[in-house]
């Protein structure tokens, strides 16, 4: 009888703890997770010389402003936002980096202002590509991107920038809306 009140402890909370009571886990919030129509995202994507990757851009309410195209030949890396038909590019913040931990960050979130590569003021942007040199990025043949975006809306008397992001994971521990993910890429003929 002594042996079951030692286990009865660890029995009960083996069964809160899986059980949950009902309540949500502390440790994990839904800011850390990223819930899709598909599988959770790994924030970690390929691609290959002659395909294009490419990611949504958009609102922190899931509103599609447009898309991030990216591709490579064997001289330079290509990233080319596109907005939508509803839409204007107005200012463009691109950090392209190495190693993730290279993103400039103030505290826990994105320092747009410091990223490497920025245009600010587009009249009536539509599209808008920076290039980057091939030899930027190997080795190790993994990058890392965060892009935020302001626009405008087409059909507003009141031109104000409005904020979307290339779709990613969020960043750790910041508590505004922002994202990145990684690159992965193939040697090709390099």
Not at 70 to 94: G, Q
Not at 167 to 183: A, D, I
């Amino acid at each position: 009888m002594k042996k079951l009140l030692y286990f009865l402890p660890v029995i009960l909370v083996i069964v809160i703890l899986t059980k949950g009571c009902g309540y949500e886990n502390p440790m994990v919030s839904n800011d850390q997770i990223l819930i899709t129509d598909g599988p959770i995202d790994s924030g970690m994507y390929t691609i290959h010389m002659g395909q294009i990757f490419q990611t949504l851009l958009s609102t922190s309410n899931n509103v599609r402003i447009g898309v991030l195209k990216i591709w490579y030949d064997t001289n330079k890396f290509y990233f080319k936002f596109v907005a939508d038909n509803a839409y204007y590019l107005k200012n463009l913040h691109l950090a392209a980096v190495k190693e993730r931990s290279s993103i400039p960050l103030t505290g826990n979130c994105p320092n747009i202002e410091n990223f490497n590569y920025q245009v600010h003021n587009l009249v009536h942007g539509v599209t808008y590509t920076f290039t980057v040199p091939y030899i930027y990025f190997k080795p190790p043949r993994t990058f890392y991107i965060s892009s935020e975006v302001e626009y405008e809306n087409r059909s507003s008397d009141d031109p104000k920038c409005t904020v979307a992001w290339a779709k990613g994971v969020p960043f750790w521990n910041c508590t505004e809306f922002s994202r990145y993910f990684g690159l992965r890429y193939s040697a090709g003929n390099h």
